[in-house]
């Protein structure tokens, strides 16, 4: 676990149990009491109010309205959200999606003013539209645990990516392509990737990947991605 996930797992305890000891802190997080209490300083000094009581039954205690003034969230765990958001808004009446949407669009809004580009890139390369009635779901698998992390770092960093490909007809190829951009079809996820090997785009059902790689010395450039008319980039949703 590396510091800021550590920190974040410092304050969610505190937010949802009021109290908590260092002891209590230090076997959650998998850490000595000596880094439980460097991780409260610096908690303290991004801007959360942590009270410590002293003596018998003691413990740490998070102030409620405390606000975190330095930390920022950065662009990729924005883009995170709002691809869960856009997974909600395509499946359409979900709870809460309303407030989550009202939510996101205030942490955009504190964005920097210079992430808020980079934000943009990230959402130019996410779609949404809606699945055909047409579409047969009775082969619809479970995805790859292993898929998200690689996809992830591939997908943000432009790396390629490396994976064993079973198509509809369970005919099986490896496959080595550029993460152009993400198709949201619910409840269906597409990679859509540029193949070198065939000079075109292709499009992957994710929950038919398997044993994926990311291919770390490599980059490339992005392309338009064409989509019929009924996809929507999720940049233009709601404009």
Known sequence: MNIRTRHDAIVRSLRRNGTATVDDLAGEVGVSRRTVLRDISALRD?????HSDVGRGGGLQLDPQSLQTTARLSVPEVFALLVSVAAMRAAGNLPFFDLADAGLAKIEKALPSDKVKELRAFLDRLYIGQLSPLQDLSGMGVMDPDLL??????????HLIRFDYRDANGRKTKREVEPQAMLILPPLWYLVAWDPNRSDFRYFRMDRISAPQTIDATTFRLRHVPFEDDVCPFAELGS
């Open 149 to 158: 992390p690689v996809f992830q770092s591939a997908f943000l960093d432009r």
């Open 46 to 50: 991004e801007g959360f109010v942590i």
